[in-house]
């Protein structure tokens, strides 16, 4: 079952620029998170948000939860031609341990 | 070095043959799953493992068989592929308490390919 869904599906700007990305959900959650994949390769996971918690850092990557829309954001700030890849989202309700996936955002960072 | 590691990472097959793919993890985690990831389906979960000897499916069970008789090992088992078990997949584990519950690490993939 799917309850994140990315948007937009694909997103393709200049390297530099931020990159934004948006996850909404359906049912209230314990935590979110994002995941990274290359292209066929494994995921990897980037960031972790609790639902008691509003925005998080780590690096280039801002990732904002707003539990009154359901929806979460990430922010890639002075993209790199390595930050192309996939970006999943996963939510984690409070009744069930599995994650429940989106099916993501392309990210090309054009050189 | 901390990692999930599959194998094969490639294989094709014919309908009918049966096939293990294997899965280790060397952090001791509990958790562990098997997803298949499809163009335009995203990840869907085939099955679960909360810890040794406790396997529970997930969204597309059908087709596939689990193991878990040691920590570290979660082979996926096809009796008998069909072509529509064309698919990459992925083994991923985390650990199912404390800070660290729920943050998956991931294998590189196993592309299979049912003719």
């Known amino acids: 079952s799917q309850q994140g869904e990315e948007d937009p599906q694909a997103l393709s700007i200049q390297e530099g620029e931020n990159a934004t990305m948006n996850c909404s959900y359906k049912?209230?959650?314990?935590?979110l998170q994002w995941y990274r994949q290359n292209s066929g390769r494994g995921l990897v996971h980037l960031i972790l948000i609790r639902s008691n918690e509003r925005e998080k850092h780590s690096g280039r990557l801002r990732v904002t939860l707003d539990t009154s829309k359901k929806s979460s954001s990430l922010l890639i700030t002075a993209s790199r031609a390595a930050d192309t890849a996939s970006y999943f989202c996963a939510t984690r309700t409070w009744s069930n341990y599995q994650l429940i996936w989106g099916a993501g955002t392309k990210l090309i960072i054009k050189p | 070095e901390a990692q999930v590691t599959q194998n094969p990472r490639y294989l094709i097959t014919v309908t009918g043959k049966k096939l293990t793919v294997t899965c280790s993890q060397n952090?001791?985690?509990?958790?562990m799953s098997w997803y298949r990831q499809d163009p335009g389906l995203g990840l869907r979960q085939i099955y679960y493992?909360?810890?040794?000897?406790?396997?529970d499916k997930g969204d597309v069970p059908e087709g596939y068989k689990v193991s878990r008789k040691e920590k570290r090992n979660f082979p996926l088992i096809l009796e008998s592929p069909s072509p529509n078990q064309t698919s990459l997949y992925f083994c991923?584990?985390?650990?199912?308490?404390?800070?660290?519950?729920?943050?998956?690490?991931f294998g590189a993939g196993s592309r299979l390919t049912v003719l």
């Open positions: 493992s909360m810890n040794v000897e406790v396997t």
């Open positions: 952090m001791n985690h509990e958790y």
């Open positions: 991923a584990s985390s650990l199912s308490s404390g800070d660290g519950a729920n943050v998956l690490t």
């Open positions: 049912t209230s959650i314990n935590n």
